[in-house]
Structures are given as C-alpha cells and as structure tokens.
C-alpha cells in the first residue's frame, strides 16, 4: 500500500518569513495530492491540491509543488501569519484501486509573532 | 450549506461496552470515508461507502469495527467489545462523487474515551 513520510515534525518561523514542509509517497500510481490544516481539536480542513498532471499550483500565499519522478510534494507558506499556526497534513490518494487518502504525520508549525 | 456533523462529539466507555458513532454528510455527497486518529498522528483510513455499499474496508482493525449506511446518507460506526486501544478520534469525511476529482470535506470528529 500507499506510504506518507512527512518532515519536520515541528516547525517554527518568524512571522512574515516562509514555511516549507516536504512530503514522500511510495506508489507511483497515486495522482492526488491534497494538503490540510487541522488547528486543535478542530476539524482538518482543505487549503491547497494538486493533481499529477501539474508541477505546481498557488493560491495566495500558499503554493504547493509536485515532482512525480522523484516521488514528493512540498507545501509553501509565503509571509506567515500567526493564524498560520496549526498541524499540516499531506497526503496521496490513488484513483484506481483503493479510495482512500493516506496521511503523513503532519508537521505542527508555529509562527512566532 | 450544512458541512459533515459528527454525533456525540465526545464518548467516554468501559472497556467491553459497545459504542456507535454517526455521521452525518454533506447533502447530495455519494462518498463516506471513516478515518480514525490517534494523538499526533494524521489520520487513518477505516472505510469507504460510495452510495449504501462499503466499497473498500481494508482499514477495519478486526471484526470489532463494523460500518453500515443503509440509505446512502447517514453512517454509523458500531465497535463491539471496546479495548482501551480503540480511544482515539474518528474522523468521517464526504464528497460528491468520491475518486480523485471530489474534494474530501471532514467531521468535526468523535473522541472516543475507553476507560
């Protein structure tokens, strides 16, 4: 099956400077690849994706990339805020076979005002 | 509109009693995911409904764990015999068509509590 490292595990940033979390996947036949925010006891929530067939996507201060060949994603935060503090999950879905998503460990950042 | 809803949003039991967890989804959402999460951990696929039919229930730890959605909208977790390692938070998801080309909209969660 499906295998999500994700590193770091935590990290802290001045605010207004970037934050950069990388994510691994193993099966080369996953094509989605969605990011999520989970601030304590909340709800994870959706803030960026990017399917297989695109390099790299951006919406506002948050970009994400994708190398297929090399097997990973990164997640990019531009001039954070302190409301960016939370746990970012990555992860890998694959369309044929199993529905599911596959987690990494999540990456707490902290953005220190 | 209405996102996921998720009843109880806390569950606290004996080892041995039997719990059930609901989920309600998005309107109109064919796909049901159950996840569960452990503390500091991201989470973890249990399984997945596309209409009534469970499509994929590979993540069921064992024969404890069992799901059903009888009119393809509300879910219910049933734990059977619960053991402490079961406490965790569980975590259900919708989308409109399920596959990679449906976004995955999350409940707020049960935390579920085995003394």
Redo the contacts between chains.
């Keep these: 099956g499906e295998n999500?490292e994700?590193h770091p595990s935590t990290l802290s940033v001045q605010e207004g400077d970037s934050a950069v979390i990388k994510c691994t996947y193993s099966d080369s036949a996953s094509?989605?690849f969605?990011w999520?925010k989970q601030e304590l006891g909340?709800?994870?929530?959706?803030i960026i994706?990017i399917?297989s067939n695109v390099g790299e996507k951006k919406d506002q201060r948050i970009a994400v990339t994708l190398n297929k060949t090399a097997k990973h994603f990164s997640l990019h935060i531009t001039e954070t805020q302190p409301e960016d503090s939370a746990v970012y999950?990555c992860?890998a879905?694959?369309?044929l076979g199993?529905?599911?998503?596959?987690?990494?460990?999540?990456t707490r950042l902290t953005i220190i005002p | 509109g209405a996102g996921?809803s998720q009843t109880p949003s806390n569950k606290v039991t004996e080892k041995g009693k039997y719990v059930e967890l609901r989920c309600d989804p998005i309107s109109g959402h064919t796909?049901l995911?159950w996840?569960r999460q452990s503390l500091?951990?991201?989470?973890?696929?249990l399984i997945?409904f596309?209409g009534t039919g469970a499509?994929?229930d590979?993540?069921l730890p064992n024969d404890r764990f069992f799901a059903v959605r009888p009119e393809g909208s509300v879910s219910t977790l049933k734990i059977q015999r619960t053991e402490r390692g079961d406490s965790a938070v569980y975590?259900c998801a919708s989308s409109l068509n399920?596959?990679?080309r449906s976004?995955?909209?999350?409940?707020?969660?049960t935390r579920l509590t085995v003394l």
């Excluded at chain 1, 199993?98 to 999540?106: A, H, P, Q, R, V």
């Excluded at chain 2, 500091?40 to 696929?45: A, L, R």
């Design positions: 999500v994700q094509n989605y969605p999520y909340k709800r994870p929530q959706l994706d399917r999950f992860a879905f694959k369309k199993n529905e599911k998503l596959t987690f990494g460990t999540g | 996921v796909a995911y996840y500091g951990q991201g989470p973890e696929f997945y596309q499509a994929d590979s993540g975590l399920g596959g990679d976004t995955q909209y999350f409940g707020p969660g």
